[in-house]
């Protein structure tokens, strides 16, 4: 079989670390195990164009492995090219750079490694909250460039005790956010999603469900988006729903970032609608040089917490992805039923609805 796999360069980096696994360098570590089984394996992190390696290959590929922190944007169109293709696996968690519907028509299965990335997202949430809160880059700034003026910085840091923080998606990462953010004595925390928790969950930390989304944005001091991109969360955070918020809120976005409107978000943090916007997905990956969250500033400085996409890829992260790629093409190859936590599609049928309500 031909298996074509979509991944980042490393460079020096990678070939300094090999814990680097989702790597075109280290190739998640299965090379020579695919080799061994006879399979073609082709890596690259050439995406974009007809004249792409990913276009080029997608035409005969029988599996394609791709990844959020440089996914291969599988379209509708792709998807008809690619005659041979049967499987579709996600290095990590979130799968909307496949067009789901595309591949249910055409009956390819789209697998993703579910959990691998909680624990990383979830403490990433928590570290852009208190950045963004406490004003952190303010004081970075000044630090690095040879400045000290306190009253700058401390004129925008506060405490997130006595806070409401609230999640939009309450699932393994959303709550494991609430989780941590029990330990800072917040006024309140609360959850927006259409699947409400069981009770003891909400008894364990303290949460509470809000069912209509502007009186959740109302409520809330910080706003942090753990939910998956689909047709009914893209743009969900645009111009209006942003003016929901409470005026010097902060919003944290380590989902997807078309679920955020780039030209809202750009415009309330220029304006000091908000008090800062952080994460590190972009409405597209890579995101270009010229793209607005890169430099959007507050009119009294900071408010800027946006990286690039890395909060699920740290190395801890990329063993556990790793190895849940090797076990899915495992599963391929033997005929062997899939995870059922991990499929996302199969057989022409929706297998989950963390894509939505269907």
């Known amino acids: 079989m031909k298996i074509l796999s979509i991944l980042y360069d490393g460079g020096d980096a990678a070939r300094a670390e090999p814990a680097l696994l989702g790597t075109t360098e280290n190739k998640l570590g299965l090379e020579s195990w695919l080799q061994e089984l006879g399979h073609e394996f082709v890596v690259s992190s050439s995406k974009e164009g007809p004249d792409s390696v990913f276009q080029k290959h997608i035409v005969d590929a029988d599996v394609l492995i791709t990844t959020p922190f440089h996914p291969g944007y599988l379209t509708a169109d792709l998807i008809k090219k690619a005659k041979n293709l049967k499987l579709a696996v996600t290095a990590g968690v979130g799968s909307d750079h496949i067009d789901l519907n595309a591949a249910n028509e055409h009956k390819i299965t789209v697998a993703e490694v579910s959990g691998s990335n909680v624990v990383s997202v979830a403490e990433h949430v928590v570290m852009t909250i208190l950045t963004l809160v406490r004003n952190y880059d303010t004081g970075h700034q000044q630090a690095i460039?040879?400045?000290?003026?306190?009253?700058?910085?401390?004129?925008?840091?506060?405490?997130?005790?006595?806070?409401?923080?609230?999640?939009?998606?309450?699932?393994?990462?959303?709550?494991?956010?609430?989780?941590?953010?029990?330990?800072?004595?917040?006024?309140?925390?609360?959850?927006?999603d259409y699947n409400p928790l069981s009770k003891d969950l909400e008894d364990a930390v303290g949460c509470k469900r809000i069912t209509d989304l502007k009186e959740f944005l109302g409520k809330c001091d910080v706003v942090t988006v753990n939910c998956p991109l689909h047709e009914q969360t893209r743009g969900l955070?645009?111009?209006?729903?942003?003016?929901?918020?409470?005026?010097?809120?902060?919003?944290?976005?380590?989902?997807?970032?078309?679920?955020?409107?780039?030209?809202?978000?750009?415009?309330?943090?220029?304006?000091?609608?908000?008090?800062?916007?952080?994460?590190?997905?972009?409405?597209?990956?890579?995101?270009?040089?010229?793209?607005?969250?890169?430099?959007?500033?507050?009119?009294?400085?900071?408010?800027?917490?946006?990286?690039?996409?890395?909060?699920?890829?740290?190395?801890?992260?990329?063993?556990?992805?790793?190895?849940?790629?090797?076990?899915?093409?495992?599963?391929?190859?033997?005929?062997?039923?899939?995870?059922?936590?991990?499929?996302?599609?199969?057989?022409?049928?929706?297998?989950?609805?963390?894509?939505?309500?269907?």
């Open 145 to 192: 460039t040879g400045n000290w003026q306190v009253s700058n910085i401390a004129r925008k840091a506060f405490d997130l005790e006595n806070k409401v923080v609230g999640t939009i998606g309450a699932g393994r990462i959303g709550y494991r956010v609430l989780q941590r953010l029990k330990a800072f004595d917040c006024k309140e925390l609360l959850y927006y």
């Open 237 to 358: 955070l645009n111009s209006e729903t942003i003016g929901y918020m409470k005026k010097g809120a902060w919003l944290v976005n380590t989902a997807r970032g078309a679920i955020c409107d780039r030209e809202a978000v750009r415009e309330a943090v220029s304006s000091g609608v908000l008090s800062g916007y952080g994460g590190d997905t972009w409405d597209h990956q890579p995101a270009p040089q010229d793209h607005s969250w890169r430099y959007m500033v507050h009119p009294l400085g900071g408010g800027n917490c946006m990286v690039p996409h890395y909060s699920g890829t740290t190395l801890d992260a990329q063993a556990r992805y790793a190895k849940g790629v090797r076990q899915i093409l495992e599963n391929f190859f033997e005929n062997k039923p899939q995870d059922p936590a991990n499929v996302i599609v199969e057989g022409g049928k929706y297998a989950t609805k963390a894509y939505g309500q269907r």
